[in-house]
């Protein structure tokens, strides 16, 4: 879907993970929307629009990205924070974090509080790639607004290298591998 941008809005450049910012009446093509963010292509490249940006597109019903988790009435659980971590998407790639295979490990352990801390690892698809810490900013956020939650630390981690056979059976139906 082609659209304007109605003012100027944030974004973050892909590959390289630079802040930038799209000028009002720039003409976007709208390529991916999951998770809450937009992915979109100008004449300058490929660009992720948060979704605190979303509302900056001309002529888009924002009802129909999913707005990601404001806290949650559910009862925590270890199942609750994978499907948090699940809400997460590689802006390039139409698959969340946990079907591409990129969470290595989660530990939740007892904040002392009543609280947890949770604790990620993950990994990217490619070393070097300038995404990696908005889509661990973006896991850490996530899990932080979960009720339950004191605090999060998504770690990157480069061992064991990521590779395709690591992505989930629903992934490969996505991909249709």
């Known amino acids: 879907m082609e659209t304007t941008l109605t003012r100027d809005c944030s974004a973050t450049q892909i590959p390289a993970g630079t802040a930038v910012t799209l000028k009002e009446g720039e003409s976007v093509l709208i390529t991916q929307t999951l998770g809450g963010n937009v992915t979109v292509?100008?004449?300058?490249?490929?660009y992720r629009i948060a979704?605190?940006?979303?509302?900056?597109?001309?002529?888009?019903?924002?009802?129909?990205v999913a707005q990601g988790s404001s806290g949650s009435a559910e009862e925590f659980s270890e199942e609750?924070?994978?499907?948090?971590?699940?809400?997460?998407?590689?802006?390039?790639?139409?698959?969340n974090i946990v079907d591409l295979g990129l969470i290595y490990d989660m530990r939740i352990e007892n904040a002392g509080n009543g609280k947890r801390n949770v604790n990620?690892?993950?990994?990217?698809?490619a070393q070097g790639c300038g995404m990696g810490p908005v889509i661990a900013q973006d896991a850490k956020t996530r899990i932080e607004l979960l009720d339950d939650v004191e605090?999060?630390?998504v770690q990157i981690v480069w061992d064991p290298?990521?590779?395709?056979?690591?992505?989930?059976?629903d992934g490969r139906k996505i991909l249709g591998i």
């Open 80 to 95: 609750l924070v994978w499907d948090v971590l699940k809400q997460c998407y590689d802006p390039e790639i139409p698959i």
């Open 151 to 153: 605090e999060a630390d």
């Open 51 to 64: 979704n605190v940006d979303v509302d900056a597109l001309e002529n888009f019903d924002q009802e129909e």
């Open 161 to 169: 290298v990521w590779n395709p056979q690591m992505i989930s059976e």
């Open 41 to 46: 292509r100008t004449d300058g490249g490929l």
């Open 120 to 125: 990620v690892k993950m990994t990217l698809t």
